[in-house]
Each structure stands twice: as structure tokens, then as C-alpha cells.
């Protein structure tokens, strides 16, 4: 089955990262890619390496560091509004990068474990999840505020609410907490949900919360205090969070269906296949949805759930598709090149291969 195939191929590139820790091997760069990007310049960690390239023509700006080293960069980078690139590591630290020189500003390295999800920026302060168990808030430069700990690995970026002053960490031992984001006090957790969480919470303007787990479900909860208010069950575990637009939600699970579900009773709008599994969030543009899957695809459906478009991409594609103004970029893994940049049309604009250096 199409699950068991991508649980095999991520467990196997997990445990050769515990391993080449062990050795000194350096990554390979095998694992899904992380990527951000703004009108000029798509941030792409891939491997052992983080490039920029220019949105326009798909050349190379910069990369870090210069020659590949142990470090390992999977999770999607942050741009902060005071213009740093964090990146987190698989080697435990949490780098700043200058966006514009590649330069690194500082590290920071309490964590005990690796970095495995990408932090979340508010006002003035980083939430840096764990696979350590904690959650560090950092100040803008990369000194501690507070730091608290779950009950398990922490893989997903945390999510935050403008109604509150809280961040919502969604963790391994099956239970979604909520801190206050100045002090670390916890607020509430949940019981225990039935799977554990690798996915980013999706936060709804009607005071829901939104979690997908590895028990085959999708979960509305309160924000105010962590309760359930709705179950939604899935085909296979669902590994990303959902995206939320117009009171429905959109996500995939590991057999490969997509759905959208009533963000306000948990009630199925419709259901498809597109191919093979699903491993992270969709990207909305008005009304159609670019989706990748494990497959070599890239496809454009409609909100209505028809399938509009798609284009063979290459590769396998674990990350979710990037729009920056009139351009979507697709990471594959597996492939020559590291980047494929389209137009909205999804007819291709230019690719990405790093010269050797």
C-alpha cells in the first residue's frame, strides 16, 4: 500500500540521520525539502544545505554553509518581519541567517534533541518546538525567555491566536497544550486524542482549532480550553495540518484522499483520490487549491473538488507548493533538480539544479 511505502521511506531516512549522528556521515539529502518564499528570492533547505534563489530566473544567490557539512535542513525556513531567515537543524540549534547575504547572525543550542519543525514568529519572540520534548521561546536573538516541557517529541510548528495571548503545540504524545506566550504558563491540554500530532494546528475565526492525527482523524477543538467538539474519521493517518478557508477545511491523508469537511460540524463537502499519499498542507489561491502528493504531481482542483489540472513534476513531492505572486514552486525529493518554478497555469517557468562547487 501507498502508506506503508512512505512510512518505510521515512522511517528509514530518520534512522539514517540517528545513525550518520552516530558516525559522522554527512546527510543525504533524501527527506522531504522545506521552503519559503517572498516576491524576489524562494529559501529552499534541502539536505545539508539552505539555497536562495531568485524567483525570477531560478538562479542561485547564496547557500549555506558553502561546503555541505553534518548539519541537516529539512523544515520550511521562516522569514521574521526584522529580516532574519531562521533555520532550524537536524545537528539541535536553531540557525539566523542575514536573508540577503546568507550570513548567519547566531545559533541558538539548548535543545537537547533535534529540530524538526519549523518555529513560529510572534511580535517579538520565537516558539521553537523540540523532538526534545520542549518548547523554547527566544527573544530576536536567540536567547531564551521561557522554555517548557510536553510529554513528547514536539514535530509540528506551533500555531498562535490573535484572540488570545497563547501559542496552541501540537505534540507526539497525542495531546494538543496551549501556553501563555509571554509567561510559558500552561493554560490547559487536552485528553488524550488517540494519535500523535506532527501537523500545524489550524485556527479558525469561530474559536475552533483544527488537528489531524495519526488515529485517523481529524479534530475540531475549543481554543478556549482544549475540549472536543467534533471527530472527523479519515482513510490513513493524516500527517499534515489543514488549511481553513471560508469555514471549510482542506487536507490529505496518507492513502491519498483529500477532503473537505464543514469546519463548523465536521460534516464531509466531498472526497477524492488524486494520487498516492498526502503528507502536507494544500495552497489555496481564491478558489482552486494546488496540491502535491508523494506521486510525481502537481495538481490544480476546484473547490467544488474537481480536478482542473495537473503536471508531472518529477520526482516525490513531500512539500507543500509555495505561491509567490504569479509563481508556484514545487520541492521534489529524488530529483535532479531541487526546485521547479510554474505559472499559475502550472506550465513550467524554470528549474533549479545546484552547481557543484
Given at each position: ?11 528509514v ?12 556521515s554527512?546527510y543525504?539529502?533524501?527527506s522531504?525539502?522545506g521552503l ?19 524567483v ?6 547564496w547557500?549555506?554553509p ?9 523544515a ?7 529580516e532574519q531567515?531562521?533555520?532550524p ?20 543550542e ?14 517579538d ?5 523540540s523532538?526534545?520534548g520542549y ?12 522554555k517548557?516541557?510536553t510529554g ?5 510548528q506551533p ?8 501559542i ?7 495531546t494538543?497544550y ?6 510559558g ?27 489531524g492525527?495519526?488515529?485517523n ?8 480550553d482544549?475540549?472536543?467538539?467534533w ?6 493517518w ?7 478557508s ?13 477532503y473537505?469537511?464543514?469546519a ?30 508523494e506521486?510525481?504531481?502537481?495538481f490544480?482542483?476546484?473547490?467544488d ?8 513534476v ?13 509563481t ?10 531541487l ?19
Open positions: 500500500m501507498k502508506s506503508k511505502k512512505i512510512l518505510l521511506l521515512l522511517t531516512t530518520l534512522l539514517s540521520i540517528f545513525i550518520s549522528a552516530c558516525t559522522g554527512a543525504s539529502s533524501t522531504w525539502h519559503v518564499a517572498n516576491t524576489d528570492t524562494a529559501y529552499l533547505s534541502a539536505g545539508n544545505q539552505v539555497y536562495a534563489i531568485d525570477n530566473t531560478g538562479s542561485e544567490k547557500r549555506y558553502e561546503k555541505p557539512n553534518t548539519k541537516g535542513f529539512y520550511n525556513p521562516v522569514l521574521t518581519p526584522d531567515l531562521l533555520i537543524s537536524y545537528d539541535n540549534k536553531l540557525y539566523s541567517l542575514n536573508p540577503a547575504t546568507g550570513s548567519e547572525n547566531w545559533n541558538f539548548d535543545s537537547s534533541n533535534r529540530l524538526i519543525a519549523s518555529p513560529l514568529v510572534v511580535n519572540t520565537i516558539y521553537q518546538p523532538s526534545d518548547i523554547y521561546a527566544l527573544d530576536m536573538n536567540g536567547r531564551v525567555v521561557w517548557k516541557e513528547g517529541p514536539l514535530w509540528a500555531a498562535s491566536d490573535s484572540d488570545c495571548n497563547c496552541y503545540v501540537a505534540s507526539m504524545d497525542h494538543v496551549s501556553f501563555d506566550a509571554s509567561t504558563e500552561l493554560l490547559w491540554h487536552t485528553p488524550e486524542l488517540g494519535g500523535a500530532m506532527v501537523g500545524t494546528p489550524a485556527v479558525g475565526p469561530d474559536g475552533g482549532l483544527y488537528v492525527t495519526f488515529g482523524e481529524m479534530l475540531a477543538l475549543d481554543a478556549s482544549g475540549s472536543i467538539l471527530r472527523f474519521t479519515t482513510d490513513d493524516v500527517w499534515s495540518g489543514p488549511v481553513f471560508n469555514d471549510i477545511l482542506y487536507f490529505g491523508d496518507l492513502s491519498g484522499y483529500f473537505a469537511v464543514n463548523l460540524d465536521g460534516t464531509s463537502n466531498w472526497r477524492i483520490q488524486p494520487q498516492n499519499s498526502i503528507v502536507d498542507k494544500p495552497a489555496l489561491l481564491e478558489d482552486k487549491i494546488y496540491l502535491t502528493t506521486g510525481d504531481s502537481l490544480v482542483i476546484s473547490t473538488g474537481d480536478i482542473i489540472d495537473s503536471r508531472v518529477g520526482g516525490l513531492i513531500y512539500s507543500s507548493p509555495v505561491i509567490t505572486g504569479e508556484v514552486l514545487v520541492a521534489p525529493t529524488n530529483f535532479d533538480s526546485l521547479i518554478a510554474m505559472n499559475l497555469d502550472i506550465n513550467q517557468k524554470w528549474t533549479f539544479t545546484p552547481a557543484k562547487k
